[in-house]
């Protein structure tokens, strides 16, 4: 992820129609009436809007994790990063995508990919938490 594009939330807001009715992921219900509300998705996503940044995804290191190339991370820099968090982090000055694995006194940045290496941090290395992965968005179809 050494070459993003990181957007700020702007004050902009945007607001689309969110149906009343939940759309079971179980087994089929009956329809109900149709009501709506409307909502800015940034009100979903960014808990705290002036430390959360929107990152485009270049690579395939992530995808067992389904985050793919081109995807938009949403980055929430107040949050402090924890064992398994999926990360934005910055090793020798360079950005990258990882699950974080601080245990035991190890610290390692683990891909969702078998093709690509975990980066286990040595001594001379130095690694910068960037912010915590809050939200994936990605295309479907």
Do not use: C
Request: hydrophobic share 40%; no cysteine.
């Amino acid at each position: 992820m050494s070459k993003h594009q990181i957007f700020e939330l702007t004050s902009k807001r945007i607001y689309l129609p969110l149906a009343e009715s939940k759309i079971t992921a179980g087994f089929p219900t009956p329809v109900t009436e149709y009501n709506e509300e409307r909502l800015d998705i940034n009100d979903i996503v960014a808990t705290n809007p002036h430390a959360t940044f929107y990152v485009r995804v270049s690579g395939s290191s992530m995808i067992d994790a389904n985050i793919k190339d081109g995807d938009i991370l949403v980055v929430d820099k107040s949050l402090e990063a924890r064992h398994n968090d999926i990360v934005i982090a910055v090793v020798d000055g360079e950005f990258t995508v990882k699950t974080l694995y601080h245990k035991d006194g190890t610290i390692k940045l683990m891909p969702a990919n078998p093709e690509f290496p975990e980066i286990v941090l040595q001594n001379e290395q130095e690694l910068n938490i960037w912010g915590v992965v809050s939200y994936t968005i990605h295309k479907n179809r």
